[in-house]
């Protein structure tokens, strides 16, 4: 068996994914704002700092998987905070843990609206790795949403950690370490984030136009990510790195079929 932290485990994605890798008889360390093995703030450098070190202590060193899951889609700052400098630090701050283990594996949750056009600003400042010149800029974008109705700082964060998951996983740090590093984009899944427009007729047409799911669509329970998180970040996964796997119901296949 494995030993995995899981960020975002007190709700819907992580919480799936955490609840399938236990039932497989593995270890996992939880950490979500609170309800978790380790209750801490990734908007903030200190929750960043205390997720490093209470996973230091309670994995004794060692972790066989780290999938960050944890993320917002609020037309506020914090989504930034959470979404792209919450996920890279996790991913980075634990890579150390992983290096230790014999078949490491890493992952992040990103989304299909990282195809949706994006706020190219906001996009450098995140690229820049400047997080307070990017909060502030995220502060004056407000509630700014693209033609498909969608935050831009939702849409520019995830992308944003996409590609650093892209530029970061063949480098010697990751692949160097054996360390495999992908991330998932996910069409419409069933959890407490897309509740309240699954409920209506009207938020299930317009999620269904935005982003048609010809297989199984127009959503997927949140067993679908999590059983892919599972594969993507188990030692089965000897060759895949750097991808960004879209699961989605033939949504983006759909978007740019010349795309290979
Ligand atoms: P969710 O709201 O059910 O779960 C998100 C979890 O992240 C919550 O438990 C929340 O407490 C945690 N979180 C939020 N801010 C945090 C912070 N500052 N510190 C620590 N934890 C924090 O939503 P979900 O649908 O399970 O989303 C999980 C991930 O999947 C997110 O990154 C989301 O953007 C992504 N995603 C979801 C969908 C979808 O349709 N549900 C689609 C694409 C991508």
């Known amino acids: 068996t494995r030993k995995y932290l899981v960020t975002g485990s007190a709700s819907g994605i992580g919480l799936a994914t955490a609840s399938r890798l236990r039932e497989e008889g593995h270890t996992v360390i939880g950490v979500d704002i609170a309800g978790a093995e ?4 990734l908007s903030t450098a200190e929750g960043r700092a205390e997720l ?21 889609v609020a037309p506020k700052p914090v989504t930034v905070a959470v979404n792209y400098f919450g ?3 996790t991913l980075e701050g634990l890579r150390p843990l992983l290096a230790a283990s014999t078949a490491p594996r890493a992952a992040v949750v990103a989304s299909l609206a990282a195809l949706e056009d994006v706020d190219d600003r906001l996009l450098q400042l995140l690229e820049a790795g400047d997080e307070a010149a990017a909060l502030a800029h995220a502060d004056a974008l407000g509630a700014t949403a693209n033609a498909a109705g969608s935050s831009v ?8 950690v996409a590609r650093w998951v ?3 996983a063949p480098t010697a740090p990751w692949a160097g370490d054996g360390i495999a590093l992908n991330a998932i984009a996910p ?6 984030m897309t509740k309240a427009a699954l409920e209506t007729e009207e938020g299930r047409k317009a999620l269904d136009e935005g982003a048609p799911a010809p297989f199984n669509g127009p959503a997927a329970p949140p067993t679908a990510p999590a059983a892919l998180l599972d594969w993507l970040t188990s ?3 000897a060759y895949v790195t750097g991808q960004v796997v879209f699961i989605d119901g033939g ?6 079929p010349e795309l290979v």
């Open 38 to 41: 380790i209750n801490a703030d």
């Open 52 to 72: 490093v070190a209470q996973a230091t202590a309670l994995s004794d060193g060692v972790l066989d998987g780290v999938i960050a899951v944890a993320g917002l």
């Open 87 to 89: 996920a890279v630090a």
């Open 153 to 160: 700082l939702y849409t520019t964060s995830k992308l944003a």
């Open 166 to 168: 892209r530029r970061a």
């Open 187 to 192: 069409g419409v899944i069933e959890t407490p």
């Open 235 to 237: 030692a089965d996964n």
């Open 251 to 256: 949504a983006e296949a759909i978007r740019r």
